[in-house]
């Protein structure tokens, strides 16, 4: 279930290897608009929706992390699914996304993620580039992923503790 990105950080700060035990393997990390002002400290965070078509329904004004895990609701046996219906595993509330997106697998030969375009109207984008529909592409920490127009990064476990670590260093 997703969560404001405030909870993890307190979770961090109260005992951090506590935190980092209990990340899952992927997470994707949404930071909605800030509207015309963009202070320059939040380019970290290269989190945002594109065009602005609707803000999710958790975390209006603070940035929402979704866990990479498989819900015991959804039969989709390939991976971990991304679409705008509540029967994903990760839900993006937002009309560009379509009702069953993209899915997110394991890669067999290694700890990494793959992302996996289901053929969506409005497509899955991989650091800019568009995916085609069915071909896995691997990811790495820390990669702009774009579903119809919600944008969003790629973090496994290890690079999402990096990032709070560095973020949150005075």
């Not at 109207?121 to 896995?136: E, M, Q």
């Not at 999402?160 to 560095?166: E, I, K, M, P, Q």
């Amino acid at each position: 279930m997703a969560e404001l990105l405030s909870a993890h950080v307190a979770r961090y700060l109260r005992n951090r290897e506590e935190f980092e035990r209990g990340l899952p393997p992927g997470l994707l990390l949404f930071t909605p608009p800030l509207g015309a002002a963009r202070p320059s400290d939040l380019e970290e965070y290269p989190v945002r929706t594109v065009t602005n078509a609707g803000p999710p329904t958790l975390g209006q004004d603070e940035p929402v992390v979704f866990p990479l895990l498989k819900s015991q609701g959804n039969a989709f046996g390939r991976g971990i699914t991304v679409g705008r219906t509540g029967n994903n595993d990760v839900v993006l509330d937002d009309g560009s996304v379509s009702r069953f997106h993209a899915w997110f697998s394991r890669d067999p030969g290694d700890t990494g993620f793959l992302l996996t375009d289901a053929g969506s109207k409005n497509g899955s984008y991989v650091a800019g580039s568009r995916l085609v529909a069915r071909k896995a592409r691997g990811l790495e920490d820390g990669m702009r992923l774009r579903f119809g127009q919600v944008e969003v990064s790629f973090y496994t476990a290890g690079g999402f503790a990096r990032l709070l670590s560095v973020r949150l260093q005075p």
